[in-house]
């Protein structure tokens, strides 16, 4: 008990006062630790209000740039999170930097240990329906006082779905983790917010399947590299497409700080 008045007083003293917005091709970016990042997220809960937290990488830059309907959806995000070292290395191309690429899971892990703590609720939405149990059962183990309120597979008709979000209405929880992956997760979480008045809603991609223990981490060679997507393209060829984008997304930066020099 006193470990954790420690860790709750630890989050209390972080400043607040150094955050700020960097702009990534003109899409702005939250310039924040993670233990910022974490803080803010704790004000939009104490606040009771509805916000939906986006994590970005060159990819999704690229698909947003050139796709109304999510740039509409981005617009409406509350927070914008670099998860991709291509966001760092663009920033210190363009002038300005990015303070911490951060990693999804490390993110979740810490808001799910916070929400513990201090007894706040968490939904889950996302994976196959076994995966996602358990996704469900390894963070119990780890963290055996969560209250998660509920939890559903990815896989869902239309029927479903609005039971899934009477689920959700009714059990009111403060936190909802959804990994639909990218797009879908985010659009999916466009319509969600229509239907609520308050809670804190993360697109986390394929976070509930590496969690479930299914699908591995990327090698540490990667992951401290920030190439993790990279392994992903490499261990999922059919991703291959992704790879074009990212490299365009390159290319648009390179052009972007060539023009910014005239």
Do not use: C
Not at 33 to 46: A, C, E, G
Not at 139 to 156: A, D, E, L, M, Q
């Amino acid at each position: 008990m006193e470990r954790n008045r420690d860790i709750i007083l630890e989050y209390n003293q972080v400043n607040l006062a150094d955050v700020n917005i960097v702009n990534i091709l003109g899409l702005a970016i939250d310039n924040v630790l993670r233990d910022q990042s974490i803080v803010k997220v704790m004000n939009m809960i104490d606040k009771r209000s509805l916000h939906h937290i986006i994590f970005l990488n060159p990819y999704k830059i690229q698909k947003i740039k050139f796709n109304s309907d999510l740039r509409l959806i981005y617009s409406k995000a509350s927070m914008y999170l670099t998860n991709g070292a291509g966001i760092q290395w663009a920033a210190k191309m363009l002038g300005s930097s990015i303070k911490e690429r951060i990693s999804i899971l490390s993110f979740m892990m810490d808001l799910i240990r916070i929400a513990e703590m201090k007894e706040h609720t968490v939904f889950l939405v996302g994976g196959k329906p076994e995966i996602v149990e358990r996704a469900f059962f390894n963070i119990r183990k780890s963290f055996p006082k969560i209250r998660i309120v509920g939890r559903h597979s990815g896989y869902f008709s239309a029927d479903r779905e609005k039971a899934i979000i009477e689920a959700i209405q009714k059990s009111e929880p403060d936190i909802i983790f959804v990994g639909l992956g990218f797009p879908k997760e985010d659009e999916w979480i466009y319509k969600l917010k229509s239907e609520l008045k308050h809670g804190v809603i993360i697109s986390i991609g394929g976070s509930i399947d590496i969690i479930s223990g299914i699908i591995k981490k990327a090698p540490p060679f990667f992951m401290t590299r920030g190439l993790d997507w990279f392994y992903r393209i490499i261990t999922r060829p059919w991703r291959i497409g992704r790879l074009f984008m990212v490299m365009i997304f390159f290319v648009n930066v390179i052009f972007k700080r060539l023009f910014k020099k005239k």
